[in-house]
């Protein structure tokens, strides 16, 4: 089983930079997705960006130009680079990586989740 440990939030003024985080217990195989996901209180969790090895990234059409996903070679850490934050980006974020050995191998993990509070 693996665990995926997130860092990098905190509270940052509007306008500022950010850099999550997202590190693997382990090297994974296998892997369609990866990417970050947030949840504001009080309503639903969206996704922000993923990244598809060999496919290329998804990101929200309000994060886009702004945050860049990005992963490391060994394929055991996820960023989020986030940049010109505003007070509509606080939210919890939570690091997501899928994928599978074989199909009778499939796997869905998910982080603790890292709060970003943004204030104006």
């Known amino acids: 089983q693996v665990q995926l440990v997130e860092s990098g939030g905190g509270l940052v003024q509007a306008g500022g930079s950010l850099r999550l985080s997202c590190a693997a217990s382990r090297r994974l195989r296998g892997i369609s997705d990866m990417g970050w996901y947030r949840q504001a209180p009080g309503k639903q969790r969206e996704k922000v960006a993923t990244?598809?090895?060999?496919?290329?990234?998804y990101y929200l059409d309000s994060v886009r130009g702004r945050f860049t996903i990005s992963r490391d070679n060994a394929e055991n850490t996820v960023y989020l680079e986030m940049n010109n934050l505003k007070p509509e980006d606080t939210a919890v974020y939570y690091c997501n990586v899928r994928g599978a050995v074989v199909v009778e191998r499939m796997y869905d993990y998910w982080g603790q989740g890292t709060q970003v509070t943004v204030s104006s």
């Open positions: 990244i598809t090895p060999g496919a290329g990234t």
